[in-house]
């Protein structure tokens, strides 16, 4: 499937929803929705986030899935934070 | 090899950091034993004539402590979130290459050759002769402990960086002046314990 993107090709504002379509009996609805700002993340902290919640939010489990340390994916975690935050 | 030589902070576990540290510390202050090198500061690597079999390691844990101290420190004030195992594994990991420093002095070579130097130069300065050979393996010697300091100060950074999430310019402002301090108070200690 391909890839939401998220940010403007042209000028690199975040894109909104403007239309949302039934793909069963193809009711289209028209008008300006933002997006959530999970999906404001890029792929990668969004497969991250994904991978968090099914570890059941221990960042200890997520360290040995990932081959990582405990302190690098809390980082990686606090960054996302952080981004969440300014959103 | 990259992983292992400069990114071990993000890949290794806590405690495999840990064990490495801490068995690599106690080999390095055997080897500084048998080599008769004192590690009397965090920076410092100075050969003697007499050792005592438990000097080298009382050196490099007070080193460690003073480092994992002011560091943690530091950390804290970075990233509240900082935990000190983290700062303490960069303090144990990052000393290890430190450590060779103390091969120079295999045969007690570059002991004597520190004697013979301060020997001429103080009692004939004006006639100040060294051998080529001699010249060549104070340079070498220099050059290699350059190398080693600067890849020691590398890692004890990363180490910092990944334990504290440290960006911009307060972390590396409080890193270098955490290392100053433990740097004086370590010699400090030893000086007054050791």
């Known amino acids: ?87 | 090899m990259k992983k292992i030589l400069f990114q071990a902070f993000n890949f290794y576990s806590e405690k495999r950091l840990f064990t490495i540290g801490l068995l690599g510390t106690i080999a390095a202050s055997l080897l500084g034993f048998v080599l008769h090198a004192r590690f009397d500061g965090i920076l410092d690597v100075h050969f003697v004539e007499s050792i005592q079999i438990y000097e080298p390691l009382l050196d490099n844990l007070i080193n460690i402590f003073s480092l994992t101290l002011f560091l943690f420190i530091a950390g804290k004030i970075v990233n509240p979130k900082t935990r000190s195992i983290d700062i303490l594994n960069a303090s144990l990991i990052a000393r290890l290459p430190y450590y060779l420093i103390s091969l120079a002095n295999i045969n007690g070579y570059m002991a004597d050759l520190s004697e013979r130097m301060l020997g001429l130069a103080t009692q004939q300065p004006g006639a100040l002769q060294i051998n080529p050979l001699d010249i060549t393996a104070i340079l070498i010697f220099a050059f290699a402990s350059l190398l080693l300091l600067i890849y020691y100060l590398y890692l004890l950074y990363k180490g910092y960086q990944v334990a504290t999430n440290a960006k911009g310019a307060l972390p590396i402002g409080l890193f270098v002046i955490a290392v100053i301090l433990a740097e004086v108070i370590s010699k400090l200690i030893i000086y007054f314990i050791a």
Do not use: W
Request: negative net charge.
């Open chain 1, 1 to 87: 499937m391909a890839q939401l993107p998220v940010k403007c090709p042209s000028c690199q504002h975040t894109l909104e929803v403007s239309e949302l379509s039934c793909g069963n009996c193809e009711t289209k609805i028209s008008g300006i929705y933002g997006l959530p700002a999970l999906m404001q993340l890029s792929v990668e902290d969004q497969e991250f986030i994904l991978a968090f919640v099914l570890s059941g939010g221990s960042l200890k489990k997520m360290a040995t899935q990932l081959g990582k340390s405990y302190p690098t994916v809390r980082n990686m975690l606090d960054d996302i934070i952080e981004q969440l935050n300014t959103k």
